[in-house]
């Protein structure tokens, strides 16, 4: 099958070219709107997602089987200070490449967030109601409605990821963790504020079986586990034998923020393990496949 990655760039996107290039079975496209930091054996077309000319003409030209996007402002603050940068990343470039295949066979994959509810509960479902509190987590939510009408063929992956960037995106809060522990930099980490984490080596595999089924609407793929930002810090210490002397745990303090934060972003994956009968891994496991890909020059 054909496959056309967008974001090729980024932490998902870099991760799941190098993913499917070793998975039996796939032809790999990506695209990205500047060069890749490294060159990966693949074709790689640039162009910007928000321009409805060049969706088509790269519909067009690559002619995928399945489209899986991960292009999004992840930068929470720049979303809430520029709302139509916001809009443009997040909801335009995902309702430009669901039109650009509605009415054809082909799949669209989108990769969502868990930002999109008030906190005040853990584990949130796919069928509890989102309400998300700053801009990032509306455009995201919006991005889902756009991809799900314009296109019947889709699936909305709801998640929270980390992993090693194999493209130029700014370090992911795994990538800065590691750093920070390796270097003995004094850091905070909040003892309440709560998240389902998944390794993107553990994902990848996941949204690989989502993408050969006929699954459509939204479906979570986290983590089994819901930690702390401090537990998932300490975690990490221990796991690649860090000292945790410069690490201060402290509560969350809503004032902390200039843009609203919700205390708990979890999701509960069990609709994912009911349908494709598959486990997702506690945090320790994800931990230990991040320790086993660590490169070289870091």
């Given at each position: 099958m054909r496959l056309l990655?967008?974001?090729?760039n980024g932490l998902l996107g870099s991760n799941l070219i190098r993913y499917f290039l070793g998975a039996p079975g796939w032809e790999v496209v990506a695209t990205s709107l500047s060069q890749p930091a490294v060159s990966p054996?693949?074709?790689?077309?640039?162009?910007?997602l928000a321009d409805p000319l060049f969706v088509g003409t790269l519909v067009a030209e690559t002619m995928p089987d399945i489209v899986i996007n991960t292009v999004a402002l992840v930068d929470i603050d720049k979303c809430e200070n520029e709302p139509e940068l916001a809009s443009r990343v997040n909801v335009v470039t995902a309702k430009n490449l669901a039109k650009a295949i509605a009415g054809t066979d082909r799949r669209l994959i989108h990769v969502s967030t868990d930002?999109?509810?008030?906190?005040?509960?853990p584990f949130n479902t796919e069928d509890d109601r989102p309400a998300p509190v700053n801009n990032y987590g509306r455009t995201k939510l919006e991005a889902e409605r756009v991809c799900l009408e314009?296109?019947?063929?889709?699936?909305?992956?709801?998640?929270?990821?980390?992993g090693w960037c194999r493209g130029i995106n700014r370090p992911n809060f795994g990538e800065w963790m590691y750093k920070s522990l390796r270097d003995k930099a004094p850091i905070k980490l909040f003892t309440d504020?709560?998240?389902?984490?998944?390794?993107?080596?553990?994902?990848?595999?996941?949204?690989?079986?989502v993408a050969k089924s006929d699954?459509?609407?939204v479906i979570n793929?986290?983590?089994?586990?819901?930690?702390?930002?401090?537990?998932?810090?300490?975690?990490?210490?221990e796991a690649f034998g860090f000292s945790l002397e410069n690490?201060?745990?402290?509560?969350?303090?809503?004032?902390?923020?200039?843009?609203?934060?919700q205390p708990d972003l979890s999701l509960s994956s069990d609709k994912f393990i009911k349908v494709f009968n598959r486990s997702l891994p506690k945090m320790k496991e994800g931990l230990a496949l991040f320790k086993e890909t660590v490169p070289e020059i870091i």
């Amino acid at each position: 099958m054909r496959l056309l990655i967008t974001g090729g760039n980024g932490l998902l996107g870099s991760n799941l070219i190098r993913y499917f290039l070793g998975a039996p079975g796939w032809e790999v496209v990506a695209t990205s709107l500047s060069q890749p930091a490294v060159s990966p054996p693949v074709d790689f077309i640039f162009g910007d997602l928000a321009d409805p000319l060049f969706v088509g003409t790269l519909v067009a030209e690559t002619m995928p089987d399945i489209v899986i996007n991960t292009v999004a402002l992840v930068d929470i603050d720049k979303c809430e200070n520029e709302p139509e940068l916001a809009s443009r990343v997040n909801v335009v470039t995902a309702k430009n490449l669901a039109k650009a295949i509605a009415g054809t066979d082909r799949r669209l994959i989108h990769v969502s967030t868990d930002h999109l509810f008030d906190g005040g509960k853990p584990f949130n479902t796919e069928d509890d109601r989102p309400a998300p509190v700053n801009n990032y987590g509306r455009t995201k939510l919006e991005a889902e409605r756009v991809c799900l009408e314009n296109h019947a063929d889709t699936a909305v992956i709801r998640t929270n990821f980390y992993g090693w960037c194999r493209g130029i995106n700014r370090p992911n809060f795994g990538e800065w963790m590691y750093k920070s522990l390796r270097d003995k930099a004094p850091i905070k980490l909040f003892t309440d504020y709560y998240y389902t984490p998944i390794e993107v080596d553990h994902l990848a595999p996941a949204l690989e079986l989502v993408a050969k089924s006929d699954f459509t609407g939204v479906i979570n793929i986290a983590g089994s586990e819901r930690v702390s930002k401090y537990d998932f810090g300490a975690s990490m210490a221990e796991a690649f034998g860090f000292s945790l002397e410069n690490v201060t745990p402290i509560p969350l303090d809503p004032g902390a923020f200039t843009v609203p934060r919700q205390p708990d972003l979890s999701l509960s994956s069990d609709k994912f393990i009911k349908v494709f009968n598959r486990s997702l891994p506690k945090m320790k496991e994800g931990l230990a496949l991040f320790k086993e890909t660590v490169p070289e020059i870091i």
